[in-house]
């Protein structure tokens, strides 16, 4: 589905001017939710797998220059864990086979991605501007340097989820979110980990300062089978 000119939802991912976007993957959150006794089923990286490779097929007749991963690649703030140098380099190894180049933009859980991005000659950014847009994580804004002459501005941080109910049944969803921040085009993309469904935009508290505004009129876009335009959110909360 087409979300501005030129920049298209393909599943949990954004793919513009030859570029793939993907955010806040937080491979090893299940480990750390193990340690924290909290047990769940280590499923998440095969279903990560799983969903990278719907999308590469979605794309598979157009070519992929760059893969952005914006944010939060792994979970873990202050040290890697076992699960997380496994896993996070076979998941490099997976991107790299579809394109020539791949970028990570620190996000609030990165601090110590070097040693995994060094592993992979991978390069590790703020942001990265694209043709008027700017890949950005989203949990600070940058400086004013960065947002001069952009157009369109990506974010994630913010794990945007809505909860729909049919009768007694409430059921979550991943989104996107489309408005604006400061006259500039904003999108907010859903967290690519498969665990959590995220913010519940509805309710919940919102994280990223991007989003300290008035969100009624941001659009919402619900990923499931495929992308459902759900229309504003001023309207979802009558």
């Excluded at 979300?3 to 793939?20: N, T």
């Excluded at 750390?32 to 006794?37: E, F, H, I």
């Excluded at 990286?45 to 893969?67: A, H, P, S, V």
């Amino acid at each position: 589905m087409k979300l501005l000119s030129g920049i298209e939802i393909a599943d949990l991912a954004l793919f513009f001017d030859e570029v793939l976007v993907i955010a806040d993957v937080h491979i090893g959150y299940e480990e750390a939710l193990n340690k924290r006794g909290i047990l769940v089923p280590r499923l998440q990286f095969e279903d990560i797998i799983n969903r990278m490779g719907g999308i590469f097929n979605k794309l598979k007749y157009k070519k992929i220059g760059r893969i952005v991963v914006n944010g939060d690649l792994k979970h873990e703030f202050g040290t890697i864990s076992e699960q997380e140098w496994r896993n996070t380099l076979k998941f490099l190894d997976l991107l790299a086979k579809h394109c020539s180049e791949i970028v990570l933009t620190k996000g609030n859980h990165d601090a110590i991605l070097g040693p995994i991005a060094g592993k992979r000659n991978v390069k590790i950014m703020d942001y990265l501007i694209v043709n008027g847009t700017l890949i950005v994580h989203g949990n600070k804004i940058p400086d004013a340097k960065a947002l001069k002459g952009i157009k369109n501005i990506i974010i994630g941080h913010e794990h945007p989820a809505i909860s729909l109910k049919d009768g007694p049944r409430v059921e979550q969803f991943k989104c996107f979110l489309k408005g604006k921040y400061k006259g500039k085009n904003l999108i907010v993309q859903p967290s690519f980990n498969t665990i959590v469904e995220g913010t519940d935009i509805l309710k919940d508290k919102i994280l990223s300062p991007f989003l300290k505004q008035s969100l009624d009129n941001f659009e919402v876009y619900v990923v499931e089978d495929k992308v459902y335009g759900f229309g504003k959110l001023k309207g979802l909360r009558k």
